[in-house]
């Protein structure tokens, strides 16, 4: 009988303690009604600490503020709504239009911004990391796979994504830029500092670089009247649209400038095509060099040299162009660009 009794009681305390534990995990809903340790001030939420646990689902109602750190599983933020402290996530954030973060975020996986959002603090994500268009950040974004910025959205920080890393159209960073395999700038799109691809880098027509630009394994490409201000090196092929500009140098197995396009300093490859009107401005120097017609270069070193009609020595230094903005480096050393700021090392193995 004192077994059944002590199994009897023993079953009393575990339906007791399962129902409780199991109450502090579910949704927890910012929508106007009462949340347990928190104060409402009109629209306004006020909590001493988070309400929620990482088991918990959050949603902020529209037009409504929360001031508190959270802790959630998954976190919705309503249209015109914003949270003033640190999120922690263990699993997907969505922030609607026109809502604001101010304070860092973290999210297991995936963390996704509205149109016009902003976000005053570092933000990381686990996946993939999303923010609309004209949306705003101040401070670094890491995402362990893709970061996509969408058209005129900006940035101050370093942007690190573990694959891919896309700007829409007008997109601007001020900061550095560096993604595991492929970096994809739209037209427009603007960076102000350096920027490295695993494999594959692409600048749509008028993108601008101010810094270095390079892919570690593959390739580089410039659109129509892109700009780089810094030194350009591609693991296999760097191929410059028409009146494309690099004011530095290219290091590259291969490399081809569009008509009228300019290199302010070398070209060092192993094979390079000019076509017409483009400029090299210093040394081209490869093992076989093929220019179009009035394609000229400021001295060159190649074993096959084939020119066409007005090709060859250029007559005159190119007239003042962007590459003449003060941007300088060291053209004997390369030295590595600065790595990004304090408190954000990027990826192990992967650093500007």
Known sequence: MKSVRQFMFASIVVSMIVPLSGAQAGPINFDGGAVGGCDLDGWTYSCDSSPS??????????????????????????????????????????FGANTYMNGDLSAGTTAAFGAGAQISGNLSAGTTAALGAGAQISGNLLAGTTVALGAGASMVGDLTAGTTAALGAGAQISGNLLAGTTVALSADAWVEGSVQGGTTVVLGARAQVTGDLGSTDSMVNLGANAEVLGWLTAGTAATLGAGAFVCQGIDAVTATLGAGAFVEQFVEVTTATLDANAYVNGELSAVTATLAADACYGSVVALTLTLAAGAGECPLPRPVTICDSGYVRDQATHPPVPAPGDGFDGFDGMSL
């Open 53 to 94: 646990t990482a088991s918990d689902d959050v949603t902020i109602a529209d037009n409504y503020n929360v001031s508190s750190n959270l802790v959630a599983d998954t976190v919705v933020v309503g249209t015109g709504s914003g949270i003033d402290g640190n999120l922690t996530s263990e699993g997907t954030v969505e």
